[in-house]
């Protein structure tokens, strides 16, 4: 399984943006796909995920409300609509896919979000 993000970008505080993540290769042996971020200086970031068994949905207390999480089986796609965006959300978000029995991980090259004031 191999997955891509696209939809970074330069937004101002308080507009939205929505990011995209293509899965590639074995995509019915997925069992999770999600969004981590890294800020400059800081730690990774769990932002949100998608269980694709029970389609539970997880989100880090820092977002609840203003991001949502999503995919579309069809084009194989998963989406990470953010709204209200505020400056401690500029990170680069890293797209990552769960697979196979041993959910074994999968991650993108990540995308650029910077959020201005």
Known sequence: VQVAESGGGLVQAGSSLRLSCSASG?????????WVRQAPGKQRELVANINFGNGNTNYADS???????????????????????????????????????????????????????
């Open 26 to 34: 074995n995509t019915f042996s997925i069992n999770a796909m999600g």
């Open 63 to 117: 977002v609840k409300g203003r991001f949502t999480i999503s995919r579309d089986n069809a084009k194989n796609t998963m989406y990470l609509q953010m709204n209200s965006l505020k400056l401690e959300d500029t990170a680069v978000y890293y797209c990552n896919a769960a697979y196979g029995s041993n959910w074994l991980r999968s991650w993108g090259q990540g995308t650029q979000v910077t959020v201005s004031s």
